[in-house]
């Protein structure tokens, strides 16, 4: 117990050093976009839910490459069928440096971003027809990091599906809030071997 009592210090305190190091080559990035949300408040009404989790790896300072998988579930009303969206692909991420192409921070624990992605995704409704297609998005975002390491991000992409089956081009505008964890290789290397 002592041993992970200790672990989790050392690993707090090597996190908290690295205030300016989120973004730089070598880090990892985790979190997860919460993509759409709402319950209605009707009698009969409907939900939708998605969640976006991603895991990227900064090849340079400002710029990481990873992968996403796209999970949701959608009902208009309470009588409608379940619609079930699902995905999976590779995503980039550019973070813009202060002051960059005239671009400055609006506050000084964040970072403007471009994410972008592309992969196959589809959608499954209860007896109807469903579709599988090439998924893709883009858009830019604002990750605020509430401590050196955890960023709160939001995010406005255009996303859209070229479908195989039923259904040809659909596309949409979503405005994305979730969060991001940032972890130094060179840490979790520390971390692991402490905890041996």
Do not use: C
Request: avoid cysteine; proline fraction near 3%.
């Amino acid at each position: 117990m002592k041993k992970l009592i200790f672990t989790g210090i050392l690993a707090v305190a090597g996190l908290a050093t690295s205030m300016n190091a989120q973004i730089q080559k070598g880090n990892w990035l985790v979190g997860s976009s919460l993509i759409s949300s709402n319950f209605g408040l009707n009698t009969g009404g409907g939900y939708n839910i998605a969640l976006q989790p991603k895991g990227a790896y900064f090849i340079e300072d400002n710029l990481a490459v990873g992968g996403y998988v796209d999970l949701g579930f959608n009902k208009v009303t309470n009588g409608s069928p379940t619609e079930f969206t699902y995905g999976v692909g590779a995503l980039g991420r550019y973070y813009l440096s202060p002051g960059e192409k005239g671009v400055d921070n609006l506050l000084n624990h964040g970072r403007w971003f471009l994410e972008g992605n592309a992969g196959i995704g589809g959608r499954s409704v209860e007896n109807a027809d469903s579709t599988t297609g090439f998924d893709f998005g883009v858009g830019p975002g604002y990750s605020y990091f509430i401590t050196p390491n955890i960023g709160l991000e939001g995010l406005v992409k255009y996303r859209g599906r070229a479908g195989f089956g039923s259904e040809g081009l659909n596309s949409n505008i979503s405005f994305n809030l979730g969060f991001s964890i940032y972890l130094p290789t060179s840490k979790a290397k520390d971390i692991a071997n402490d905890v041996k």
